[in-house]
């Protein structure tokens, strides 16, 4: 119907550009058409009807006017064609697994089969392809999806290279738009416009998810010490089950370490729930973290996720100083104890000049007190500061303090007492930004008085504060605690430090009582009393609570602290996409970035796989080292990354990590549409719906890639013109009848 009115397909005009084929001036046009108004202007002044009617008829004689002038000019198209058999037309059949979901395939396979290749191979030589991990070149179109992987990125820049060697003039992309390999950058992008081949995408399957349940992700700590608590937040979505209950599960292997049933948020919608387990013994452990299968699911493939938890075998070491005999330091010091995965080392002052060591690993150890040199104070990853006051440490002290924090990226904890914090000085010492709080700017802050502690809205949700598993029931135990015998009003906290627990004083009075935030590459808390020891005194002795804080509070303050070469990757499970980025952050041996290191990566993986990567410097960024390595074997790997510095060795460090296949396709399995329609829209293409492909083959011969020739197609003698026209005339015609202007 538009080609009989236009003269040509819609596509023609979508493509061509508006030309005036007569040759004769545009500003000729220009000066005719007022010309025109003006005559419309003087004859309507003589008429003696009301304005808004006179303008309304002289409107329409201009147009008309007007119109029939513009059609003097000769109004055409110029639109690129391609040359017939001259060119290529490529079309790429995505045979992912996700494909098969619906029967997309076969639908795919029956509108090819159905005509549309038919009508293209009248017009161009047509390549088949199979579209997988990679482009595959096939004699006839797909009849099953059993690609486990989608990578478009790789698929289409494959494609747009034939025209290297052919004279491709266009691609037809039929797909869901799934994509495993984390969709199309700018970058990829930027590689298709340059080719200048326009990307016709057909779009299958629905765009909503229905009668489903889908973890959409799970996010967990990629490290973790021995049998430390950790947490798995678990994003769900789902359609058709609103409102049911569901049972997600935490797995290693057949042993389930944790599971929590929750209900499922409204179609559509997504629901975050943190699931706390055990990390166990050392090892990489890969975990399942699934909910369970619902009567009636469609797809239960996508269910379940595999995260990859290194669980590393070392200790870390803590240094704590005491500036008098304290319950406070017996306590920490038997929690310590009693978590066989933390060394800790303690210093008393037992006079001014005498002090008392424990748990030292030689008899050299802290032989001369606090430590004033890098090389032995970066030695431990956490140190707790008891009662004692800021005079204590000299200047050299104090600056390494903070060079602890900042450059070694280790972890600060002050202890409230009658010489710490404000009463000790600490408010006028030279490490006041370190402190996640600004202390009171007065002595006297430290009270002898009771008190009771309370967590917040973030310490209920911190694992850090976690005595009992259950959020609900940890808060009630924390309120549940006997009372702490001393408190310190610590101050007011900084912007961006969190407020764990508050204070309680007999008087109603509130204060913050555990305190952290982040400094530099470390960390830095404040916990204002030296009386938690009450926690296990004035309670049965089997009651742990008090060990459990502690442990958790002190895995927290060293557990983080990496050495002078710390390796990462962009996440530690790697779904149907085999390149891998590695990254290490190097340190020499005063913990400055490391630029002129060597650094080099060993990677050990299944079947024999090994091999050796040099990480080369990352520009713009001192201590940085990165590289790419491709994993095509499933299964887990180890990769021990080592530096080195002249002839020192920096250190070393070991991450792991997980290859899957034909994982990624059971997720997201709706049409991605944005994505195609992105893809054509970018590249001069159209996306079309199944229905719609009819035409496909006549909107592909106008393009200019590869073999095409200018055409000039007129546009003035169409129908629709002379329709207008008379439309035009008939208005005025009636309207004067209407108004007895005739």
């Known amino acids: 119907m538009f080609q009989f009115f236009f003269n040509y ?33 003087w004859l309507m002044m003589g008429k003696s009807f009301p304005r808004p009617r006179m303008l309304a008829l002289g409107a329409l004689q201009w147009a008309a006017l007007a119109l029939m002038l513009a059609l003097l000019w000769q109004p055409a198209l110029s639109v690129a064609t391609l040359k017939p058999q001259q060119n290529v037309v490529a079309v790429v059949v995505d045979a992912s697994s996700s494909m098969a979901l619906e029967n997309r395939i076969g639908e795919a396979k029956a509108l090819l089969d159905g005509g549309l290749l038919s009508r293209l191979r009248a017009k161009f030589p047509v390549r088949l392809y199979q579209g997988g991990r990679t482009l ?15 990578q478009l990125r790789e698929i289409l820049t494959a494609a747009t290279a034939e025209s290297a060697t052919l004279p491709v003039g266009a691609i037809l992309l039929l797909s869901d738009g799934a994509d495993n390999a984390g969709g199309l950058d700018s970058d990829t992008m930027e590689t298709l416009r340059r080719a200048r081949i326009p990307i016709h995408t057909v779009g299958f399957g629905t765009d909503t998810i229905s009668n489903d349940v889908e973890i959409s992700d799970a996010l967990l700590p990629a490290r973790a010490l021995p049998d430390a608590r950790l947490s798995a937040t678990v994003t769900l979505r789902q359609a058709g089950f609103a409102g049911k209950p569901a049972r997600i599960t935490v797995k290693d292997g057949d042993k389930t370490l944790a599971s929590r049933t929750v209900k499922l948020p409204d179609d559509g919608q997504s629901l975050r729930e943190v699931v706390e387990f055990q990390a166990g013994p050392a090892g990489a452990r890969p975990l399942r973290i699934a909910v369970e299968p619902l009567d009636g699911e469609a797809n239960a493939a996508n269910n379940a996720l595999t995260r990859l938890v ?26 310590a104890e009693l978590d066989k995965n933390l060394e800790l080392a303690s210093i008393l002052r037992t006079t001014e000049n005498k002090f008392y060591r424990q748990g030292i690993g030689d008899p050299k150890e802290l032989e001369h007190g606090f430590p004033d040199s890098i090389e032995e104070l970066f030695r431990y ?28 990226g280790g972890g600060v904890l002050f202890l409230g007492g009658r010489a710490a914090l404000s009463d000790g000085g600490w408010n006028s010492a030279g490490l006041t930004d370190m402190l996640p709080l600004v202390l009171p700017d007065r002595k006297g802050a430290f009270h002898r008085d009771p008190a009771t502690v309370e967590l917040t809205a973030g310490g209920r949700d911190s694992l850090l504060a976690r005595i009992e598993s259950d959020p609900q029931k940890n808060a009630a135990r924390w309120l549940s605690l006997p009372y702490l015998a001393d408190y310190q009003e610590a101050g007011t906290p900084k912007p961006g430090a969190l407020v764990l627990a508050e204070l309680k004083s007999g008087a109603g009075k509130r204060s913050p009582f555990l305190v952290t935030h982040n400094y530099g590459r470390g960390r830095v808390a404040v916990l204002a009393s030296g009386g938690t020891w009450r926690w296990q005194m004035a309670q049965d002795h089997r009651d742990m609570s008090h060990e459990i804080f502690w442990q958790q509070l002190l895995r927290w303050l060293a557990g983080e602290t990496g050495g002078r070469v710390s390796a990462a990757s962009s996440r530690t499970v790697f779904e149907d996409d085999p390149r891998i980025p590695l990254r290490a952050e190097v340190r020499d041996m005063n913990y400055l970035p490391a630029s002129d290191a060597v650094v080099t990566a060993r990677v050990m993986g299944p079947e024999g796989v090994a091999d ?16 790419e390595w491709k994993a095509d074997k499933p299964g887990s790997y180890l990769v021990e990354t080592t530096a080195r510095q002249g002839g020192t060795d920096l250190g070393r460090d070991v991450l792991t990590f997980r290859r899957e296949d034909g994982v990624a396709e059971n997720f997201r399995t709706e049409q991605n549409r944005d994505l195609l329609e992105r893809i054509s829209a970018q590249t001069g293409g159209r996306y079309w719906r199944p229905s719609q492909a009819s035409a496909l083959a006549a909107e592909i011969e106008y393009s200019d890639a590869g073999i095409s020739i200018k055409e000039t197609r007129a546009i003035w003698n169409a129908p629709a013109a002379f329709l207008l026209l008379a439309a035009l005339k008939a208005a005025e015609w009636l309207l004067r009848r209407k108004w007895g202007a005739v």
């Open 136 to 150: 595959a070149r096939v004699d006839q179109v797909p009849a099953k999806a059993d690609q486990p992987v989608t």
């Open 9 to 41: 397909p819609l596509a023609v005009y979508r493509k061509g550009t508006l030309v005036l084929a007569s040759g004769w001036p545009v500003w000729v046009l220009g000066v005719l058409a007022l010309a025109a108004a003006a005559l419309v202007a």
């Open 381 to 408: 990853q956490g140190i707790i500061i008891g009662n004692v006051e800021a005079s204590y440490f000299d200047v050299r002290q104090q600056a390494l303090l903070k060079e602890f924090v900042d450059r070694r």
């Open 612 to 627: 050796e990567v040099t990480l080369r410097p990352v520009d713009n960024s001192p201590g940085s080292y990165a590289a």
């Open 310 to 335: 290194h669980v590393e075998d070392r200790k870390p070491r803590i240094l704590y100083i005491e500036g008098e005999p304290r319950w406070e330091l017996k306590f920490i010091r038997r929690a």
